[in-house]
């Protein structure tokens, strides 16, 4: 039950994306273009983001599990950290150089952009290369090197 209704979730998260023009790097771009052609949609599109998830962020901190019994899963920390910063401004830099992010990106693919595929390949080499690197690391830490 809870596959079917993950499904379900992802396919209307896809919609909305589809829906919004958050699947279409020319309007994240044109978004971010605030001295040339800025097209200030996109803003609307957050502000009404994060008031949705404002509203699921209060309502799920009160829970111990979800509406299907499954365990609450929320960050235990709301520390700022220099990695947490770093990895903020490299999603940044990614997202304004491709316009895609990894929902839309996912969702282009679907609809078969090539960029979308190239920005998915490099996405995924990326996160083998950071999980490559936190191996690394714990293991030097955990040896004391």
């Given at each position: 039950?809870?596959?079917?209704?993950?499904?379900?979730?992802?396919?209307?998260?896809?919609?909305?994306?589809?829906?919004?023009?958050?699947?279409?790097?020319?309007?994240?771009?044109?978004?971010?273009?605030?001295?040339?052609?800025?097209?200030?949609?996109?803003?609307?599109?957050?502000?009404?983001?994060?008031?949705?998830?404002?509203?699921?962020?209060?309502?799920?901190?009160?829970?111990?599990?979800?509406?299907?019994?499954?365990?609450?899963?929320?960050?235990?920390?709301?520390?700022?950290?220099?990695?947490?910063?770093l990895g903020s401004c490299v999603f940044g830099v990614g997202w304004g150089i491709a316009g895609f992010c990894p929902g839309p990106a996912l969702v282009a693919l679907g609809l078969g952009s090539a960029k979308?595929?190239?920005?998915?390949?490099?996405?995924?080499?990326?996160?083998?290369?950071?999980?490559?690197?936190?191996?690394?690391?714990?293991?030097?830490?955990?040896?004391?090197?």
């Amino acid at each position: 039950m809870a596959i079917a209704i993950s499904f379900v979730c992802g396919l209307l998260f896809g919609f909305g994306l589809l829906l919004s023009g958050m699947a279409n790097p020319a309007n994240v771009l044109g978004f971010l273009d605030i001295a040339g052609r800025w097209n200030p949609s996109l803003a609307f599109v957050m502000i009404g983001a994060v008031a949705v998830a404002a509203i699921g962020f209060a309502i799920a901190t009160r829970r111990d599990s979800s509406l299907l019994g499954l365990p609450m899963q929320i960050p235990a920390s709301a520390r700022v950290t220099r990695r947490l910063i770093l990895g903020s401004c490299v999603f940044g830099v990614g997202w304004g150089i491709a316009g895609f992010c990894p929902g839309p990106a996912l969702v282009a693919l679907g609809l078969g952009s090539a960029k979308a595929w190239l920005f998915v390949a490099a996405m995924l080499a990326g996160m083998a290369v950071f999980e490559w690197l936190e191996r690394h690391r714990r293991a030097g830490s955990a040896t004391g090197a």
